[in-house]
């Protein structure tokens, strides 16, 4: 034990000698803040190329009528003319019953179509039964038929059924399952919930009812709440409907089928600005609505794409 003790100290102790550092590590660091420059610059062209248009219509909106036929983006006085929007909440104007008709529709299919493309889902991520993935398909198939096709004989049907210049035609054909693009979505996200949460409640007693309710529903909230947004933008935005179903001057008139009328090429004495602040106070529910739940839709859309 002596001896291998004197051997240890008489063997040279091998200094430790520094780390050189890393060859490149700066440049690579250069590379990286390069490419989110790149990445930063080529997303605020985007943002500025889709943005333009708004801006536009806002600028264009606050415009005198005088300023109108100059032709000009800017008001060279630098006035800004609010009266554009006041003037569609007027007494003379239609606006309140148009908003009054699209808010109804939109309120049914913002909180409808979720629950019924859910019920959907559910079935055919969480249910076994025969020809499961065959219903599955078709559904899935339905999205290669153009809407033009099926817009002639909807208007047959809706005629026959008396739903013509009413509300009917909007809303009552979208509770039916949802739409196949929604029924994928609520399937994929679904698809990610265990199957040991629904087979412990089946334990429980709870029947499948109860278990959609109580154990699905409250899992899919991001991909309900991006449903009902799109429902509502879908409804709030749609034009082909009403102008198919409702005749001009219908009591049912909608809003974007109103601003058409009221603003559009049909209407020679509505001038640019007008038309223009219309727009805008059409467009600030969407964007309102976006801002608050954009945290859920972008976590609702991101996590669906990850449901294999």
Not at 208 to 226: D, E, K, S
Request: include cysteine.
């Amino acid at each position: 034990m002596n001896e291998q003790v004197a051997i240890s100290e008489e063997l040279p102790e091998k200094k430790r000698e520094p780390l050189a550092p890393k060859q490149g590590g700066a440049q690579k660091k250069a590379v990286r803040i390069t490419k989110k420059v790149v990445i930063y610059a080529a997303l605020l062209l985007l943002a500025v190329f889709f943005l333009f248009p708004f801006f536009v219509m806002f600028c264009i909106s606050i415009l005198t009528d005088a300023e109108v036929f100059q032709q000009v983006l800017f008001s060279p006085t630098g006035t800004i003319e609010l009266g554009n929007y006041t003037s569609i909440f007027s007494a003379g104007s239609n606006y309140m019953r148009y908003l009054g008709n699209t808010l109804q529709v939109a309120a049914i299919l913002t909180v409808g179509i979720p629950l019924v493309s859910s019920m959907c889902a559910f079935g055919f991520s969480k249910l076994h039964f025969h020809g499961r993935n065959v219903v599955y398909s078709i559904v899935l198939g339905t999205l290669m038929i153009p809407s033009v096709i099926t817009l002639i004989p909807l208007y047959t049907i809706y005629a026959k059924l008396g739903w013509l210049n009413t509300l009917l035609p909007l809303w009552v054909p979208s509770l039916f399952g949802g739409g196949a693009t929604n029924i994928f979505l609520m399937r994929q996200f679904m698809r990610g919930i265990p199957n040991d949460l629904l087979d412990a409640a089946k334990i429980d007693g709870a029947n499948i009812f109860r278990i959609y309710v109580t154990v699905a529903l409250p899992l899919c909230v991001p991909i309900l709440l991006y449903v009902g947004y799109q429902s509502f933008v879908g409804a709030w935005n749609n034009f082909i409907g009403p102008m198919t179903y409702l005749d001009s001057g219908s009591k049912f008139t909608t809003l974007a089928l109103g601003m058409y009328i009221d603003f559009g090429p049909v209407n020679n004495n509505a001038y640019a600005n007008s038309a223009m602040a219309a727009g805008v106070v059409m467009t600030l529910p969407c964007i309102v609505l976006f801002i608050f739940f954009q945290k859920y839709l972008i976590e609702g859309v991101a996590v669906t794409g990850l449901k294999a």
